[in-house]
């Protein structure tokens, strides 16, 4: 049987991204870096310029991008809206973390879902030659928000499951380990890629004024239990998960997160060995490089593990 | 009751002494029956003699109904005229009335929200919660949404930097599905305007980029988003929006105007346009004021302003542009102005930009000589950032568009 031949990826990125984008290309042949000039005018708007951008007519163009905060979105579009009109053969727009997923609450008439916004946004990309953008997203945090997307781009629905499966099975306990989600959430988001090990289920209970985590189902004594989300902000359900999994006789407790978002150095009170003797709750903790300025941040100081999703984005790209 | 229509006197004043018929403009709305006379002359066109005119609003206050007595073709038409129809009663067009208007607006706008409020009873201002999440991406609620169903609705925005872009966006984007009868966004400064340059494949148009996403604001029940914006930098960039937006171009230059007659000297008052392309965007504006145009001219490697046509001097010469970022070619054109006898000079310009406190280079002439400085600096309060910088400090001066807000909020 033919070997599919491999596409010539030509790969662009934001300035934050750069490390994940040259272990992208790294990871096969196909795929070259290039590069855009990210200045700026005096008032503060983006003055931008894409090297070389006769040579990637005909080029099936990628672009990785990073949308950490609100400020950076609007030099990142003003590319990736450029790219696909450069007569290239196909565009791929590879946004690791979609931000402002979790925030969409539609409770009250009058909230705005700034996820819908983000996805607006994304869906009017002009079309290149190709037809409609992909847009490779891991671990989108509500499975509905793939609806948000118009006709135009080409919604690609990743996971860093199978990288965390990878890392399991090299672990000396492998066989002594239990899956915990913190909520019903996880659950659903990620129990069919994990089906092969024992699961617990925690839920947040109200109890009074407060809110308690607690073992709906499963059994954590003796096991090594990772709970796993797609992402952490302050942190605070994974420690009441710990804690509660621990009070159970889990023999330890590690976690995986795609999206290591931690806003305000919130990792900080995961870090081992803190001054103030907190810390030393997880045995290990696990994120990929989806927001590349935690992960410089952190550093991989223990517990912390960086699991690059640059092989995981080689492949996808071949789609 | 005051005549709701002006008298027109011909075009050709004729040399001996008949009485002149008056003319009246025939606006559409009329459904008279008009005859038309033989042209006569310059201004031709339909003219008819409605002498002594008595007419009066009906109590209801929407159209109004011109009666006018019967007028015999005897009476006093000139020779050549034909007979005059005979109009018994004319509507006239309802007076159209006001829409009002909830208007919501970013933080930084607030206080040009405030006073575009006080210039009409029919605008109404509304409040957003800004908050943020804790990684930095908005928190935003609409107060009272269920409330603006039905009414026309407007947000006032400034993009004063990308990271403001997308929390106003979010309710660009939100407010229109909330079951409002139009929508209408006014941006007074459209930004990245003025650094659409094309020059290299490979430049990036953020200008286009802007427009495509204000573009594909949602619609409303009242169709199109209305997107009001003041002294766009590049004439042609109103084709970069999209079909589902109503651009709507203003301009500052009237605020200008009124100022200028204010002013002691306002007989001695030239316009000087330190480039062709700001002549082009104002001259038709400012077209009974003498014109002082200057160019920039490459000598080696510098490049120089220099004056292209038009004589300053002993003149108040008032340069006009739409925008000022660091301030270097208006200073260029003040030194031309000044060594060419400008007796003061002041400078307009609807959007003063003026990244990292580029204000501070102009300095007040305190009565002495231009080469000293400017008598006065008008912006309008489009870049509000500044604004707070620069209100009480002479010579600049701040010309609100609240007035000139309140009356687009009406197109």
């Not at chain 1, 030509?10 to 042949?29: N, P």
């Not at chain 1, 996880?186 to 073992?215: S, T, Y």
Request: proline content about 7%.
């Amino acid at each position: 049987m033919e070997k599919k031949a491999k596409k010539q990826i030509y790969l662009f990125h934001c300035a934050e991204s750069e490390e994940l984008a040259r272990k992208v290309a790294e990871q096969s042949d196909s795929i070259q870096l290039q590069s855009i000039a990210w200045r700026k005018f005096d008032d503060g708007f983006p003055n931008l310029f894409i090297n070389n951008a006769h040579d990637i007519r005909g080029q099936h163009v990628a672009f990785l991008a990073s949308f950490s905060s609100p400020g950076v979105i609007f030099e990142q579009i003003s590319a990736i809206f450029a790219l696909p009109k450069l007569f290239i053969a196909s565009f791929t727009l590879v946004l690791p973390f979609f931000p402002t997923g979790s925030f969409e609450r539609m409770e009250e008439e009058g909230d705005v879902a700034t996820a819908f916004t983000m996805a607006r946004i994304l869906s009017m990309i002009p079309k290149s030659r190709g037809g409609p953008t992909s847009v490779v997203i891991y671990d989108i945090h509500a499975l509905q928000e793939r609806f948000y997307f118009g006709d135009d781009v080409l919604p690609c629905f990743e996971t860093g499951i199978p990288l965390l499966l990878q890392r399991l099975r090299q672990l000396p306990d492998a066989d002594n380990i239990t899956i915990a989600f913190p909520d019903d959430g996880a659950w659903k988001r990620f129990h069919m890629q994990l089906l092969n090990f024992p699961m617990v289920v925690c839920a947040k209970v109200r109890e009074g004024d407060k809110r308690i985590v607690r073992i709906k189902e499963g059994i954590p004594e003796g096991r090594h239990v990772v709970i796993v989300d797609d992402l952490v902000q302050s942190g605070g359900t994974l420690i009441e998960c710990q804690k509660v999994l621990t009070a159970h006789g889990a023999a330890k407790v590690s976690a995986y997160v795609t999206h290591a978002v931690f806003p305000k150095r919130s990792w900080e009170r995961f870090v081992q060995n803190n001054a103030d003797g907190s810390g030393n709750q997880f045995t290990y903790f696990w994120i990929t490089d989806s927001c590349p300025f935690t992960v410089k941040e952190i550093d991989n100081r223990s517990p912390f593990e960086v699991i690059s999703l640059a092989s995981s984005i080689a492949d996808a790209l071949q789609i | 009751m005051a005549s709701a229509y002006p008298s027109f006197h011909s075009l050709n004043p004729e040399p001996n002494p008949k009485p002149k018929p008056k003319v009246l403009s025939k606006p559409q709305s009329f459904r008279a029956r008009f005859v038309p006379l033989v042209p006569r002359g310059k201004g031709a066109g339909i003219r008819s003699e409605l002498t002594s005119l008595d007419f009066f609003q009906e109590s209801t206050g929407g159209g109004g109904r011109l009666h006018v007595p019967q007028i015999s073709p005897s009476s006093h038409m000139a020779t050549s005229s034909a007979s005059l129809a005979v109009v018994t009663s004319v509507a006239l067009p309802p007076k159209r009335p006001k829409k009002n208007v909830l208007l919501f607006y970013c933080e930084e706008m607030r206080e040009l929200a405030e006073r575009i409020v006080l210039e009409s009873d029919a605008i109404e201002l509304r409040s957003i919660s800004w908050r943020k999440f804790e990684d930095g991406f908005p928190n935003l609620f609409i107060s009272n949404a269920h409330g603006i169903r039905g009414q026309h609705v407007a947000f006032l925005a400034s993009f004063s930097s990308p990271k403001v872009i997308f929390e106003q966006l979010s309710i660009i984007y939100a407010l229109p599905r909330l079951f409002i009868s139009s929508f209408t966004v006014v941006l007074p400064f459209f930004p990245t305007g003025s650094y659409e340059r094309m020059e290299d494949e490979g430049d990036v148009a953020t200008a286009f980029t802007l427009a495509r996403i204000l573009s594909n604001t949602p619609i409303s029940r009242g169709g199109p988003t209305s997107l009001v914006i003041f002294d766009i930098h590049a004439l042609p960039e109103r084709f970069y929006f999209g079909d589902y937006v109503l651009p709507c171009f203003e301009s500052g230059v009237p605020l200008l105007k009124n100022r200028l007659q204010q002013l002691s000297d306002s007989e001695n008052i030239s316009i000087a346009f330190p480039d062709d392309g700001a002549w082009k965007r104002f001259h038709k504006q400012l077209q009974h004021f003498p014109v002082i145009i200057c160019n920039k001219v490459r000598e080696g490697n510098q490049r120089f302003v220099r004056l292209k046509e038009g004589d300053p001097r002993g003149r108040h010469v008032v340069i006009v542009d739409d925008l000022v970022q660091s301030g270097g070619t208006l200073i260029e054109c003040q030194k031309v102005l000044a060594a060419h006898g400008a007796a003061k000079i002041s400078a307009y310009v609807t959007h003063g930009i003026f990244p990292n406190q580029s204000w501070e280079r102009f300095q007040y002439d305190n009565g002495v000589g231009p080469e000293h400085g400017m008598s006065n600096f008008w912006i309008t309060d489009s870049c509000p950032l500044t604004v707070k910088e620069v209100q009480n400090r002479p010579p600049f001066e701040v010309l609100s568009l609240a007035g000139s807000i309140a009356a687009a909020l009406q197109v």
